[in-house]
């Protein structure tokens, strides 16, 4: 419990200025990212370099519209504070605002760069879910993003459950619950990328097995944006498996017809 309820947020100081373990992990996973995408690009037969200038484009875009997703669903705090929407240092993004924006960012460097959309989305997407997975120990080093109270004391070890300093609680640890899911959905999408049909299959299989882990996950958090009384995060998500379901059928049939 000590361990747990010591961590500090902030990794260290430069020129007085803290430097929060959260970014460093994020930074880390984008160059991480990076590479992979620059590595599968390079399969394709398409230039490295190109994934360099995608990301210069979807970055920016992704953070913004993270934000705009979180905003939106949590109006009712920041309408009397209008400034405090810029203020994201402070927290408050979505990972699904971040999808979003990263399609977005795709459709228009598709027709930027003449190169295939689905094509974009495949070479960046095993990037995406393994940033994700190592995303999530920044809520960690946060003491966010945890789930309901562990009363039970068979159950009060980490990683089952993660002791939370503000409230003196033990919860569900359900950042690692989905970090662990992310990786198992991106070692999946590695070992398909060799066994591709088409062009958007992987990123649609993302969508599907992401979502999978996602709706169950979302029931366990005790900070989740709502939509009336729903999870936002919980519908979305079914939405995704069904869409990801009829697109991934739709690819395929289309694959075949071709040939």
């Known amino acids: 419990m000590n361990f747990i309820a010591s961590i500090n947020p902030v990794a260290f100081n430069l020129f007085g200025r803290p430097i929060y373990w959260y970014g460093i992990l994020i930074a880390s996973a984008v160059l991480i ?48 504070h209008p400034v405090d929407v810029f203020k994201i240092w402070e927290g408050g993004i979505a990972i699904y605002g971040a999808v979003i924006g990263g399609v977005i960012a795709a459709i228009i460097f598709s ?13 960046c997407t095993p990037s995406l879910i393994l940033g994700q997975c190592i995303g999530r120990w920044g809520n960690f080093f946060n003491q966010e993003a945890y789930g309901y109270a562990i009363t039970n004391p068979k159950w009060q070890w980490f990683p089952a459950a993660v002791f939370i300093e503000a409230n003196q609680q033990w919860h569900m640890a359900t950042f690692f619950y989905e970090s662990m899911w992310d ?4 070692i999946i999408l590695m070992l398909y990328r060799k066994k591709r049909k088409a062009s958007g299959e992987i990123f649609v299989l993302y969508l599907i097995l992401y979502s999978c882990g996602r709706v169950v996950i979302e029931g366990l958090r005790t900070d989740s944006l709502y939509w009336g009384p729903f999870r936002v995060s919980q519908v979305l998500s079914g939405l995704l498996i069904i869409f990801g379901l009829i697109w991934f059928a739709f690819i395929r049939r289309k694959k075949i017809n071709q040939n």
């Open 111 to 123: 027709k930027w760069r003449k190169v295939p959309f689905q094509d974009i989305l495949d070479m």
């Open 183 to 186: 990786l198992i959905v991106f």
């Open 33 to 80: 990212g990076m590479y992979l995408a620059m590595d599968y690009a390079k399969k394709l037969d398409y230039d490295p370099e190109l994934i360099i200038d995608f990301c210069l484009l979807a970055i920016p875009v992704s953070i913004v519209c993270a934000r705009i997703y979180y905003v939106a669903f949590e109006w009712d705090v920041y309408k009397d």
